[in-house]
T-cell receptor
Framework: GESVGLHLPTLSVQEGDNSIINCAYS??????FIWYKQESGKGPQFIID?????DKRQGQRVTVLLNKTVKHLSLQIAATQPGDSAVYFC????????????FGTGTLLAVQP | EPEVTQTPSHQVTQMGQEVILRCVPI?????FYWYRQILGQKVEFLVS????????KSEIFDDQFSVERPDGSNFTLKIRSTKLEDSAMYFC??????????????FGSGTQLSVL
């Protein structure tokens, strides 16, 4: 069936370095993609989103890149900080009338001081 | 900043018992959702709700599950007869709209349900 998956389950980086978290999706009909951050014991927290008519979107210290040709999504975090340590999920929205999100398996980002 | 609130944060119940998980979505949001996350696994969609009706539900959301918006602020998930495999973190979410700039889902902190 359709699914969203992550390439790297764990990513360890040094404080101050840039982080790149990757995600593959399989539903070419998906038109909206979101990155969520989940800290221990908390719910998913919205980071950034992107629509299928864009290939790049920037936020504060974060950039999302979308490559529809290979169905790939990435999250770049600049100057990674210890507070960025969390599990990061990509999610896709198939569209339609319900805003249902399909989540990937998550990548644990560990920032070393 | 407005947030989705969920109560209780932890719920322990015996197998076969009924549980009600409660959520207060963001006040101007119109679309409501329940998701769950079994330990170490993906966040999974359960149900979406709009205009006092279920919009979509997953295969997980069987006859043992129901949702209700009993008043203008609360949104509840009821499990009639809990099973061991219902043990999970249950997240409520809400969004202002379906499309456009306001379709982002905002999640609560979750209720950890443990079925013994």
């Amino acid at each position: 069936g359709e699914s969203v998956g992550l390439h790297l389950p764990t990513l360890s980086v040094q404080e101050g370095d840039n982080s790149i978290i990757n995600c593959a999706y399989s539903n070419s009909a998906s038109d909206y993609f979101i990155w969520y951050k989940q800290e221990s014991g908390k719910g998913p927290q919205f980071i950034i989103d992107i629509r299928s008519n864009m290939d790049k979107r920037q936020g504060q210290r974060v950039t999302v890149l979308l490559n529809k040709t290979v169905k790939h999504l990435s999250l770049q975090i600049a100057a990674t900080q210890p507070g960025d340590s969390a599990v990061y999920f990509c999610a896709e929205n198939y569209g339609g009338a319900t805003n249902k999100l399909i989540f990937g398996t998550g990548t644990l980002l560990a920032v070393q001081p | 900043e407005p947030e989705v609130t969920q109560t209780p944060s932890h719920q322990v119940t015996q197998m076969g018992q009924e549980v009600i998980l409660r959520c207060v979505p963001i006040s101007n949001h119109l679309y409501f959702y329940w998701y769950r996350q079994i330990l170490g696994q993906k966040v999974e969609f359960l149900v979406s709700f709009y205009n006092n009706e279920i919009s979509e539900k997953s295969e997980i959301f069987d006859d043992q599950f129901s949702v209700e918006r009993p008043d203008g602020s609360n949104f509840t998930l009821k499990i009639r007869s809990t099973k061991l495999e219902d043990s999970a973190m249950y997240f409520c979410a809400s969004s202002e709209a379906l499309g456009g700039a306001n379709e982002k889902l905002f999640f609560g902190s979750g209720t950890q349900l443990s079925v013994l």
